[in-house]
């Protein structure tokens, strides 16, 4: 019963280095998002995706690249991480938008 | 601009008391309101609201929407120290593919 993975759960990164950040559903769900949350602000939408081969931008999506090749990933590029990245991210996943999100357990993300 | 403003950011209260946690929101072409409970780590959903005036209940929470009104409220009754975590509220929207999310209230249970 996996419902949304993420990997890894934590991570510290130099800046200018790059990873990707993984996520993976086993519900068929078309809708994959990405968050961020920093402390004490609420969740902000990087990117999104409808289904795969689509994805789209969301409200902060500078310094970040997805991709969508199956339904199943969505994974989150940082390609010259910046201080400004440090956050908790995470992957999320619905039916459809107008759904309950179904939400991975998080990456803590640190870029020093 | 769409925005979530929930109220209060943060609460504090002692085990058996009622909390009434609030979800205003103006987005355009709204469809439904959820609310999310964040403890350490991923947010798991509690209740998605789309029809005025329905209330919704799970044990002691309950949650009702106000469409005309632009407001949802999250109740909780007898609280006990496993209700602490950060309360989400979000909105989605027709034509939109996204949650719009709310800064979320912090509630602390003292035993």
């Known amino acids: 019963n996996a419902g949304v993975t993420q990997t890894p759960k934590f991570r510290i990164l130099k800046i200018g280095q790059s990873m990707t950040l993984q996520c993976t559903q086993d519900?068929?769900?078309?809708?994959m998002y990405w968050y961020r949350q920093d402390p004490g602000m609420g969740l902000k939408l990087i990117y999104y995706?409808?289904?795969?081969?689509?994805?789209d931008k969301g409200e902060v999506p500078n310094g970040y690249n997805v991709s969508r090749s199956t339904t199943e990933d969505f994974p989150l590029r940082l390609e010259l991480a910046a201080p400004s990245q440090t956050s908790v991210y995470f992957c999320?996943?619905?039916?459809?938008?107008?759904?309950?999100?179904?939400f991975g357990q998080g990456t803590r993300l640190t870029v020093v | 601009e769409d925005k979530v403003v929930q109220s209060p950011l943060s609460l504090v209260v002692h085990e058996g008391d009622t909390v009434t946690l609030n979800c205003s929101y103006e987005?355009?072409?709204?469809?439904?309101l959820l609310w999310y409970k964040q403890e350490k780590k991923a947010p798991t959903f509690l209740f998605m609201l789309t029809s005025s005036g329905i209330e919704k209940k799970s044990g002691r929470l309950s949650s009702i929407l106000d469409k005309k009104e632009l407001f949802s409220i999250l109740n909780i009754t007898a609280t006990q120290t496993g209700d602490s975590a950060v309360y989400l509220c979000a909105t989605t929207q027709g034509g939109s593919e996204k949650l719009v999310f709310g800064k979320g209230t912090k509630l602390t249970v003292n035993p």
């Open positions: 995706s409808v289904g795969a081969g689509i994805t």
């Open positions: 519900m068929n769900h078309n809708y």
């Open positions: 987005v355009t072409n709204f469809r439904s």
């Open positions: 999320a996943s619905s039916f459809h938008t107008n759904t309950e999100a179904f």
